[in-house]
């Protein structure tokens, strides 16, 4: 069973994580982008640690809810409230237990990252987050380190893709050749998860 102490350890190796890979998050951003995607996350998972230790939420609802609402109000960008949605959406989804099984989780990640694709009519392919998100989604039901792998793998098959959403879409074909950053921030929010689970 996954509890509120698991979530705090996922969202504090995210911000570790996000923090260690900042400069490379932006300078992902720099040539599809506006070269800001590393300082946005960091900024916002920054402030998701620091509010997760000051308001200590007790179930994992509520350490995902809170993370997605800090998320939202302290990342500039469209990722902030992509990625806000995506946790505040899966928190809603867990409801109030102080405790969940991996099957309820796998599940509400799969409402969150429905919920990122309403909000930001992205689809697989568009070269977006969604290319990592929804791959790690569909392969957690093999366990937490078949995900991240899964993310990763996302994230790299970004590259020979043309953007059709979101800042990078407005190059055309010129962004084909690179990696997307938000499917890179991705893949790393869903190895900081196995890293919570110790694996
Ligand atoms: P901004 O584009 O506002 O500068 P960021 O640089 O923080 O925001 O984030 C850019 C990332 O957000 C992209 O690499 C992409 O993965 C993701 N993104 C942008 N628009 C969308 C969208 N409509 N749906 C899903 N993801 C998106
Ligand atoms: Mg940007």
Do not use: C
Not at 69 to 81: E, F, M, N
Not at 121 to 137: E, N, Q
Not at 168 to 188: K, N, V
């Amino acid at each position: 069973m996954l509890d509120a102490d698991f979530f705090r350890r996922w969202m504090t190796a995210t911000a570790a994580s996000v923090d260690r890979e900042a400069e490379r998050l932006t300078a992902l951003d720099s040539p599809i982008g506006d070269a800001d995607h590393g300082s946005n996350l960091q900024r916002g998972f920054t402030a998701v640690a620091a509010e997760l230790e000051k308001e200590a939420p007790r179930t994992p609802g509520a350490v995902l809810t809170l993370a997605g609402r800090q998320l939202i109000s302290t990342v500039g960008g469209a990722s902030g409230p992509l990625y806000g949605t995506l946790l505040r959406r899966t928190g809603k989804a867990l409801g109030e237990a102080s405790e969940v099984s991996e099957d309820q989780f796998a599940q509400a990640l799969r409402a969150g990252v429905d919920a990122v694709m309403t909000l930001g009519g992205a689809a697989p392919g568009d070269k977006t987050m969604i290319d990592a998100l929804v791959p790690a989604v569909d392969a957690l039901g093999d366990g937490f380190a078949a995900s991240r792998a899964a993310a990763e793998e996302g994230a790299l098959a970004t590259t020979p893709l043309q953007a059709r959403k979101g800042r990078a879409s407005y190059l055309g074909e010129r962004s084909i050749g690179h990696q997307d950053p938000g499917a890179t921030s991705s893949a790393l929010l869903i190895a900081a998860l196995a890293e919570a689970h110790g694996e």
